[in-house]
């Protein structure tokens, strides 16, 4: 069976980690996978993950199984990051949740869940989007369309394009948004925007669906969740995959959620039910030890206080490399767009979009050891005081 069996193409992700492992060079750069680094060039364990940590081994009395959608007191703390504290979708019954691994498990059970209740439904993606998008929905096997989300110069959102396209969706179709920190480009609709996308997508009959990976990564805790919940007002039905990999550096337990919102608790609980059938299939139950790190974390005003200040301190790194980025190419006279650098300030989250070539990419990783994804994404969250200039003066001698 196995002889005829040809090798895959590596990904075009997780493929330049592992050629950046074998690169031998000193000073090469992994700027591709979207994993936050410190100043130092390591992506640490979060204090207040390690006390909860702490505190979980110490209470810890079973192993067994939880349920097929998780904890009820995770899904209550997913919700309240989601919609507020105060919002009563927190515990009326019409959102539901269910813990998954990583965002991107919670992703596959949503294409599942299409994929066996809702043949018929196209899934929209922004063009450009996360390059895994386009291949967890087609391996679970529901139909993908794109639609514009990047103007003509590759740095700015072409809104009027995008709220055509979406003008022109079919009733039951679903629509994929980033709920923040869009990636690959960094650009976000702006408050009045989203208001006017979940406007279009209610009078379309469309179902929203927000993948929200970078909560507290571009402004702040509710400040990036404003476009969710702008949407959320105006859409009846809401799917929402969110993820803790990034803002509390999980990357390796997969701590993710899915939450359905509903127009009435019967809708939903009848949702959920469909959802855990597709997990049940799938890998049955989730893990345990990184949702019950954030479980305890948000439980304990304490712990919570320590994580908010550690994810303002990546925050402000990553803001801080945007600026050293932005001075380092500008002082080079190197204008990666037409207008100058200022995009790389503008931008928010982890990833730029930096215009680079597909041959001045490969000439940054053969002559200068720094890896960078194909269609030019540079992870900002890996440039370091120590990087940034060899950075700056690489991107000099190909852009």
């Known amino acids: 069976m196995f002889e005829h069996v040809q090798p895959a193409p590596p990904d075009a992700i997780l493929g330049l980690t592992e050629a950046y492992k074998a690169d031998p060079r000193p000073g090469k750069i992994n700027l591709a996978v979207g994993v936050y680094k410190d100043q130092d060039g390591t992506t640490p364990v979060l204090k207040a993950v390690k006390a909860a940590e702490k505190a979980l081994l110490a209470a810890e009395s079973t192993k067994s199984y939880f349920p097929i959608d998780g904890p009820a007191a995770y899904g209550r703390a997913v919700r309240a990051l989601l919609f507020g504290d105060a919002d009563p979708r927190v515990d009326d019954g019409r959102a539901r949740t269910a813990a998954t691994p990583g965002g991107t498990g919670g992703l596959r059970v949503v294409a599942d869940y299409l994929h066996v209740n809702h043949p018929d439904a196209t899934l929209w993606l922004t063009r450009p989007t996360w390059a895994n998008h386009p291949h967890i929905f087609a391996a679970a096997g529901v139909t993908t369309q794109a639609f514009p989300y990047l103007d003509a110069s590759g740095f700015a959102l072409d809104f009027d394009a ?37 406007d279009v997508l209610a009078e379309r009959g469309a179902v929203p669906l927000m993948d929200f990976a970078y909560q507290g990564f571009g402004v702040g805790i509710e400040e990036d969740a404003a476009g969710l919940r702008a949407v959320a007002e105006r859409c009846d039905e809401v799917l929402i995959c969110s993820s803790f990999s990034k803002n509390f550096g999980l990357y390796n337990e997969r701590v993710g959620a899915l939450t359905v919102v509903a127009g009435s608790p019967d809708a939903a609980a009848a949702v959920m039910t469909r959802v855990k059938q597709s997990i049940r299939r799938n890998y049955s139950n989730p893990p345990a030890h990184g949702l019950s790190v954030v479980q305890t974390v948000l439980a304990d005003e304490t712990l919570t206080k320590q994580w908010t200040d550690e994810l303002s301190a990546m925050r402000q790194r990553i803001h801080a490399m945007r600026g050293a980025l932005k001075t380092g190419l500008d002082e080079r006279g190197v204008r990666l767009a037409p207008t100058g650098n200022g995009f790389i300030t503008a931008q928010r989250g982890m990833f730029t979009m930096s215009g680079l070539s597909a041959p001045a990419v490969q000439t940054l990783r053969d002559d200068h050891g720094i890896y960078v994804v194909g269609d030019g994404r540079i992870n900002v969250a890996g440039i370091t005081p120590g990087n940034v200039a060899k950075l700056c003066d690489a991107i000099a001698a190909v852009a």
């Open 162 to 198: 995008m709220l055509a396209a979406l003008r022109e969706v079919m009733a039951g179709d679903v629509v994929l948004l980033h709920g923040c920190c869009h990636n690959p480009t960094g650009v976000d609709p702006d408050i009045e925007q989203w208001q006017q996308i979940g």
